[in-house]
């Protein structure tokens, strides 16, 4: 059995109104995607690393591969126009060359803070249950607006999850996944866990952490900065 992390690394990055797409750009001399390629080549369960990369930015990802010392790293397939493309081009060209009890981790390249224990407990829940998602609680108060500046109606938020990545299932899983949702006309789900659900299937919860943070503005990459600091 391989277990891969594909790390989906197609998006411009507009909301952080750079020039370079936001998982290339450096923090502290590295690039952010180098330093989410390092969580999975340091884990000793992922055998093999595998990138949806950008259009024009191969020859850039393969170069920190080289620079970073990311030996796992064994494909760079292109990217979609949305993510759940990008997400299927990555599973249809796992499955030229892994069975279909592969474990698959996908995970967003501007997630460079994921810890050994998420990428562990995600494979573990993988193997029991199936389709999982990492999670963690929600601790604020939740409101439905439809008018972007009021509300009249509030979730309770024990019964919310945030929803984080890595997301998985098996290969053989993932592309029956995709299948179903071509045959549905399903083409933009938001993320692997919202396709699950929307094919009737059920997706499981392993645990993540508030420090796993998703880097989309500037405040993301302070508070990545500060994480550093504190691991050293």
Known sequence: MTTIGLIIAGGV???MQQAIPKQ???VYDKPIIAYTMEKFENHPAIDVIAVVCLDGWDNVLASYAKQYNITKLKHIIPAGAVGQESIKNGIFELEKHYDKDSIVLIHDAIRPNLSKDIISDCISSIKR???TVVVVPCN???METYDFESSEKSFPRDN?????TPQGATLGDLVDLHNKAKEKGITNSIATCTLVTEI?????FSAGS???????TQEDIDIFKALLKQGE
């Open 13 to 15: 990055g507009a909301r």
């Open 210 to 216: 508030s420090k796993n943070i998703k880097i989309t």
């Open 160 to 164: 919310l999850k945030r929803t984080q």
């Open 200 to 204: 009737g299937k059920k997706i499981y």
């Open 140 to 142: 604020e108060a939740m």
């Open 24 to 26: 290339f750009m450096t």
């Open 129 to 131: 249950n199936g389709y």
